[in-house]
Structure formats: C-alpha cells, structure tokens
C-alpha cells in the first residue's frame, strides 16, 4: 500500500467504530487495479463541497451552480458546518441531477445520477435537514430503484427518531427477491439522539423493505428495546454496528443468539 500511496494525493475520514477508511483519490487505471486489489472500493468520479460550504453560502451556490454533483459517484460534504438550509439546497441540486423537470411526481425516466456514495458526517443537520433529504432519497430511489446511493453517512449530526425514519424508509429500496450476493446498502448514523425510536424505526426499514444492508449505530441512546427491534431485521443484516450504546446484557445475548446469514460483521462494545 506504501508505494501506491506516494503516487497519489490523498485524504482520508474514518467512520465511527474505525470500520471504514475512504481514500478520496483520482487513480489512473492501474493504480485502480492495485486498489482494488486490497479491497478498496474506488468511484469514478468524487467531488468534495468546499472546506467553508457552511459559513460561506455564496462559494457553495457557486460550487452547486457549477453542476458538481451532476456525474458524481461519490459526494464528500463531511465537516462542512451544514445547516439544514444548506442541505435543502444540495437535495435539490441532486433532484436536478436526474434530468430536466425531474420531481417527485414526475413520470418520466431521467438521464441519470450515477451517485453512489454521500458523506454528510459531522454537520449541524437536525430532523428538518433529514426530511428534506428524505424526500430528495425518494425521488431518487423511484427512478433508479436500488441501484443509486449505496452508502449514506449521516454520522455526528442532531438528527432524531422521526428524522431517522423518514430517512431509512427513503434510502432501503425494497428488495424483496433479491439475491443475498446484491451489493448491501449501508447507513451510518452514528452519533446521532436516536434512541430505542429512532433505532427500531431503521430497523422496521430494512425488514419491511427486506434490503440487504450494513448498519453502524454505535452511540446512538440505544437501549433494550432499539437491540430487540434489531433482532427481527437480522436475516438481512450484513454487518451492524451497536457499540457505545447502554444495551442491557441480556439483550445482548439475546441477540448474539439469533445471529444469522448474512451478518458478517457484529461490534457490540
């Protein structure tokens, strides 16, 4: 890894519970190779706000109005101090994204976002900013079904429990039938006052939409009742992280028993 490091100008975030570490990078085609070699997934294409986003509205209008996001697979606006305000605005960048006179009731088929990747982590995003992205994940999620925006990182904000299930609900498309080999869809949400609600509301997404999916709520406000909701999402759980939370030791082992396939990874501490 050393050697390729040094051929490449690089920035790294980690998310919490030091699961995922992504490399914001413009490989050539053999670089890429190496890199996926080692099991890093690589965008085509990824395009950062700027580092002032949140206090500066005029550069981030600039930066939207220069249809940034248009062929973007991965958005990185982590640690930008965005407000809900700010949020609404790249939500509606996105929808337009999709294609001339794209909207929620739209019927048409857009040209497309090829979107795969958006890191909102450490922000100022409260229940407001997730309904307003809720409702843009909709709009998506009804052109292009599962195969848009598989990963969402919306860790280290204010976000709530009915701003969490306005969320799952939008971003797990329904994938009743699917194979269990389909990519999982991930959702970070660490770090943020969910509580038992707000946890069994993610949970109740991923088994009524039956979507392979990797969950990170470490430090959530989880209790006995968000673990116990978890447990009934388990047979399409990939990987779920529940550190940091004050989850009684019972139900811990309660759930621990009823681990299944696919689950691969489990943090409970």
């Known amino acids: 890894l050393a050697p390729?490091?040094?051929?490449?100008?690089?920035?790294?975030?980690v998310l919490c519970g030091h699961n995922l570490l992504?490399?914001?990078?413009?490989?050539?085609?053999?670089?890429?190779?190496?890199?996926?070699?080692?099991?890093?997934?690589?965008?085509?294409r990824a395009v950062a706000l700027p580092l002032r986003a949140g206090e500066d509205p005029v550069a981030f209008d600039a930066w939207l109005g220069a249809e940034a996001v248009a062929d973007a697979e991965e958005i990185h606006a982590e640690s930008r101090k965005l407000s809900d305000l700010a949020l609404a605005k790249l939500c509606k960048a996105l929808v337009s994204a999709l294609?001339?006179?794209?909207?929620?009731?739209?019927?048409?088929?857009?040209?497309?976002?090829?979107?795969?990747?958006?890191?909102?982590?450490?922000?100022?995003?409260?229940?407001?900013?997730?309904?307003?992205?809720?409702?843009?994940?909709?709009?998506?999620?009804?052109?292009?079904?599962?195969?848009?925006?598989?990963?969402?990182?919306?860790?280290s904000n204010q976000i709530?429990?009915?701003?969490?299930?306005?969320?799952?609900?939008?971003?797990?498309?329904?994938?009743?039938?699917?194979?269990?080999?389909?990519?999982?869809?991930?959702?970070?949400?660490?770090?943020?006052?969910?509580?038992?609600?707000?946890?069994?509301?993610?949970?109740?997404?991923?088994?009524?939409?039956?979507?392979?999916?990797v969950l990170h709520l470490c430090d959530v406000g989880c209790a006995g009742d968000g673990c116990n909701a978890l447990v009934e999402c388990l047979p399409w759980l990939h990987g779920l992280d529940i550190s940091y939370n004050f989850i009684p030791a019972f139900d811990l082992t309660a759930l621990s028993k009823r681990v299944v396939e696919p689950l691969k990874t489990l943090h409970l501490s």
Not at 27 to 44: A, V
Not at 117 to 142: M, V
Request: net charge negative.
């Open 4 to 13: 390729i490091i040094e051929k490449l100008k690089i920035s790294c975030g």
């Open 22 to 44: 992504l490399f914001h990078i413009e490989p050539n085609s053999s670089m890429r190779s190496e890199f996926t070699s080692l099991g890093f997934h690589l965008g085509q």
């Open 99 to 155: 294609g001339p006179g794209t909207s929620s009731s739209s019927t048409a088929r857009p040209v497309g976002t090829r979107l795969q990747h958006l890191d909102l982590a450490e922000n100022l995003l409260t229940n407001q900013g997730a309904l307003a992205l809720a409702e843009c994940l909709t709009t998506i999620r009804k052109h292009y079904g599962p195969d848009v925006l598989r990963s969402l990182n919306l860790s």
């Open 160 to 213: 709530g429990p009915d701003g969490a299930e306005a969320l799952a609900m939008s971003f797990f498309p329904l994938c009743r039938g699917r194979s269990q080999t389909s990519s999982e869809h991930i959702l970070v949400m660490s770090e943020n006052p969910l509580g038992d609600e707000g946890v069994a509301s993610i949970a109740a997404a991923v088994r009524i939409r039956e979507c392979h999916s």
